[in-house]
DNA sequence: TGCCATGCATAACCCTGCGTTAACCCCGAC
DNA sequence: GTCGGGGTTAACGCAGGGTTATGCATGGCA
C-alpha cells in the first residue's frame, strides 16, 4: 500500500491465488506499482475463504495448485454465485486446457510467459466492465465507494450524512491539493450559501466521523489558503 | 445451479466488423454452428451505425480495416457511452498493438491464426458477463428467476405483487449499489409518478415480505442517497 | 349478478435526525 | 489591546422517511 493519497481514482483491487510465492511477490510489487492493490492466497483453498470474505474487482488465478487446483476453484465459486471475474493464469497452452478454462468459467485466460503490461491491461479491462464497483476513491486509509455509497476508514465503516458526504467527496476529489472554503461551499450550496457558519459546522462534524475516531487526523486547514485533505499537514 | 445457468444461456447475437468478406463468410458460418448469431458489417462506418441501430451481446473487432480502423471503431463506440464487450481479432502480434487496443477501449484480444473454439468460448466469456444475469438475479438468500417469474428467499418462495417485483427486480439488478428513489419511480411508472407517497408504501410492503419475516433484513435505506439491497447497510 | 380477494393510490400521522442559526471561545496577527 | 479567522456547542425547525387506514378499481368465482 503506497503511503501517499493515489491519484488514481480507479483502483482496482485484485486477489492472487499461486501457490509459486517467488512469483507471486514479483507480480504483486509490479501491480502495487501500477496502481493495482494485490491482496495473495497461496492455495486453492485460502482463496476461497478470501474470496467469499472480501470484495474483489478481479481474481488471478493460477492453474496448477496443489491440491485444490485453479479449474476446481473457478467451478466452486460459479457454483457459489459469485460472478467476480476470473483471469486464469497458466503456463499450458493447449487449447484443450484453455477450453476447459473457460468451461470452468473464467472470464480470460493468459498463457505464461506473459508481458506485466498485458496482464494489467487485461484486470483493467476486466475491472472495467464492471464499471459501477470500480469507482472508488480513495486517501491514506480512506475508502469512499461510490455506487455502493459507503465510506470506511481502516476498513471501517462510516456514517455520514449527505452533506458531510458531499465535502468528504469534494476533498478526496482534491486530494491532496487544497480546496478553498469558497470552493466548498459553492460543492455544497452552488451560489446559495445559507451562512458563513454552515461550513465551518459541517467540517467540524465531519472530523469528528473522520479523524477524532482516529489516531491520525487527515483534514488539516491550511489558515488563509483552505482545507485539504491527506496525512502529512 | 450457476454453472448450469452460464450452459443454459444461449444465443448471444454478435456482430462481425471485417472487411475480407471470405473470412468473414467462415466465422459467420461457424459461429452459426455454434447456436451464436452473427451480424455482418465490412467496414468500420457501417459497423458504428449498425450498434448504434441493433442491439449486440459482443462486437467481434477486426483490427486492420480500410478507412477507419479498428482502433478508431472502438474509440469512437466508448466515446459515444456504448459500453457492448468488444474483442479484437487482429494478426498483429506485438506487445504495443495490443496494449494500444487495451487502451482503445477492448475487452479482449486474440491473436490471429486462433482456433474457433476458442473465438467461441471467448465470446461466451464477454457476452455471459453481461447478460448471463438474464435469466437468474440474486443477492444474498435472495433468488428471483426471471423466465419462471419466483423468488425465494433462504430457498422459501416469496409472494410478491407485480409492483412489489419490479421493485425488488430493480434493486437487484443494481445490487450492491445504491438506487435513488428517483430511479425506482421511473422504473416503476416512467414519467408519470402517481404520488411521492407511492414509492414509499410500496416499500414498506416489499419489507413486509422481503425482510420481517427474516433474521437479517436486506433492505437498507441511505438517508439522502437511496435505497440498496445487500447484507450489510 | 353480486361477492370477495387482491393490488394500488392517496391521505394522514409520527418521529428521527439533518441543517441552519446563533452563540461563545481560542489564538495569532497587527 | 483589538480584530478576525476558525473551532466548539447547543437549540430549533423541518423534511425525509416509516407506518397505518381508507377507498377504489379489477378480476375470479359462485
Redesign the pocket.
Known amino acids: 500500500m503506497a503511503a501517499e493519497c493515489r491519484e488514481q481514482y480507479l483502483m482496482p483491487i485484485v486477489l492472487l491465488i499461486e501457490d509459486d510465492l517467488d512469483l507471486a511477490a514479483t507480480l504483486s510489487d509490479y501491480l502495487d506499482l501500477e496502481g493495482i492493490q494485490c491482496d495473495h492466497a497461496s492455495s486453492g483453498v485460502a482463496g476461497l475463504t478470501l474470496v467469499e470474505r472480501a470484495h474483489y474487482d478481479v481474481i488471478l488465478l493460477d492453474l496448477n495448485l496443489p491440491r485444490l487446483d485453479g479449474l476446481e476453484v473457478c467451478q466452486r465459486m460459479r457454483a457459489a454465485g459469485m460472478e467476480t471475474p476470473v483471469l486464469m493464469l497458466t503456463a499450458r497452452d493447449g487449447l484443450d486446457a484453455k477450453l476447459a478454462g473457460f468451461r470452468a468459467g473464467t472470464d480470460d485466460y493468459l498463457v505464461k510467459p506473459f508481458a506485466l503490461q498485458e496482464l494489467v491491461a487485461r484486470i483493467q479491462a476486466l475491472a472495467g466492465r464492471r464499471s459501477g464497483q470500480a469507482q472508488r476513491l480513495g486517501c491514506a486509509d480512506v475508502e469512499m465507494n461510490l455506487p455502493e455509497r459507503t465510506v470506511t476508514r481502516g476498513g471501517q465503516p462510516l456514517?455520514l450524512?449527505?452533506?458531510?458526504w458531499r465535502l468528504l467527496e469534494t476533498l478526496l476529489r482534491a486530494s491532496p491539493g487544497v480546496v478553498t472554503?469558497a470552493t466548498l461551499e459553492a460543492a455544497?450550496?452552488g451560489d446559495e450559501v445559507?451562512?458563513s457558519?454552515?461550513l465551518?459546522?459541517?467540517?467540524?462534524?465531519l472530523?469528528q466521523v473522520v479523524d477524532v475516531p482516529f489516531a491520525l487526523p487527515l483534514i488539516h486547514?491550511l489558515?488563509?489558503h483552505g482545507i485539504t485533505l491527506r496525512e502529512a499537514p
Open positions: 456514517r450524512s449527505p452533506t458531510g472554503r455544497l450550496w445559507p451562512d457558519n454552515s465551518k459546522v459541517h467540517l467540524y462534524h472530523r486547514t489558515p488563509g
